[in-house]
T-cell receptor, first 112, second 112 residues
Framework: GENVEQHPSTLSVQEGDSAVIKCTYS??????FPWYKQELGKRPQLIID?????GEKKDQRIAVTLNKTAKHFSLHITETQPEDSAVYFC???????????FGKGTRLSVIA | KAGVTQTPRYLIKTRGQQVTLSCSPI?????VSWYQQTPGQGLQFLFE???????NKGNFPGRFSGRQFSNSRSEMNVSTLELGDSALYLC???????????FGQGTRLTVV
């Protein structure tokens, strides 16, 4: 089955700097890669997703890149703000009839 | 429209007891997945139901079971509770494959 590795597990950045979180997946047939943000005590919420026919997607300060050959995808947050502090989860979906498989999460702390 | 609703929000049980958690998906969503969240382990997949059928199952012991009703509401049951079952249990609903999964607030289960 699919396996998703996520790094780093914790990340601290200064406000205004960029943050990058990387994930690798095992199944080359995976075709959907969402990123979720979970603030303390709240539910995970989708912040951006990418499909296998696209190499990059941007939404304001966040972007996701996908390298299908290397089987990895990354989340990029620019101009970080304290409210970006949260746990971020990547996930991969192998096919329409299989569940999302999540990485173990990255705790991002943005220091003002 | 109403989001994913999980009840109860908090639960304290004694070892050996059993527990039932409920999840009401977003109206029109037929897929409901359950995840166990513990510190450092991320979101571990329990099972997924689609149109009242269990479509996928994760690597959890048989003490964990679930079902889905005709209105798409889902329940999960854990029998013979163990201390290690203490966790946040999240359910997520989605309209179809490869579309955004929406999470509920979760049920925080504490086994003493």
């Amino acid at each position: 089955g699919e396996n998703v590795e996520q790094h780093p597990s914790t990340l601290s950045v200064q406000e205004g700097d960029s943050a990058v979180i990387k994930c690798t997946y095992s199944d080359s047939a995976s075709n959907y890669f969402p990123w979720y943000k979970q603030e303390l005590g709240k539910r995970p919420q989708l912040i951006i997703d990418i499909r296998s026919n696209v190499g990059e997607k941007k939404d304001q300060r966040i972007a996701v890149t996908l390298n299908k050959t290397a089987k990895h995808f990354s989340l990029h947050i620019t101009e970080t703000q304290p409210e970006d502090s949260a746990v971020y989860f990547c996930a991969a979906l192998y096919s329409g009839n299989t569940p999302l498989v999540f990485g173990k999460g990255t705790r991002l702390s943005v220091i003002a | 429209k109403a989001g994913v609703t999980q009840t109860p929000r908090y639960l304290i049980k004694t070892r050996g007891q059993q527990v039932t958690l409920s999840c009401s998906p977003i109206s029109g969503h037929r897929s409901v997945s359950w995840y166990q969240q513990t510190p450092g382990q991320g979101l571990q997949f329990l099972f997924e139901y689609f149109s009242e059928t269990q479509r996928n199952k994760g690597n959890f012991p048989g003490r964990f079971s679930g079902r889905q009703f005709s209105n798409s509401r889902s329940e999960m049951n854990v029998s013979t509770l163990e201390l290690g079952d203490s966790a946040l249990y999240l359910c997520a609903s989605s309209l179809a494959a490869n579309t955004e999964a929406f999470f509920g607030q979760g049920t925080r289960l504490t086994v003493v």
